[in-house]
C-alpha cells in the first residue's frame, strides 16, 4: 500500500496529513479514523515517518 502511495504522486504525499488524503487510502476512512487504526496519531505519525524513511532507502 505505502509504495502504492508514494509511486501514484510525490514525496511530499507522505507529510502529514496530507499522506492520507490519497485516493488510494481514502478507502481506509477519514484523518481520524485511520489514526485510530494505527493506535492514535502520534502512532500514524511514526509509522508514516518510518515508512518514508524507508522508501528514500529503496
Known sequence: M???IY???RPQQL?????LKVKAVEK???VREIA???GGR????QAVEQ???LLYLA
Do not use: E, I, R, T
Open 36 to 38: 485510530a487504526k494505527f
Open 15 to 19: 507529510v502529514m496529513p496530507a499522506a
Open 7 to 9: 509511486a501514484q504522486g
Open 28 to 30: 481506509y476512512g477519514n
Open 42 to 45: 502520534d502512532k500514524l505519525k
Open 51 to 53: 515508512l518514508q524513511s
Open 2 to 4: 505505502g509504495f502504492a
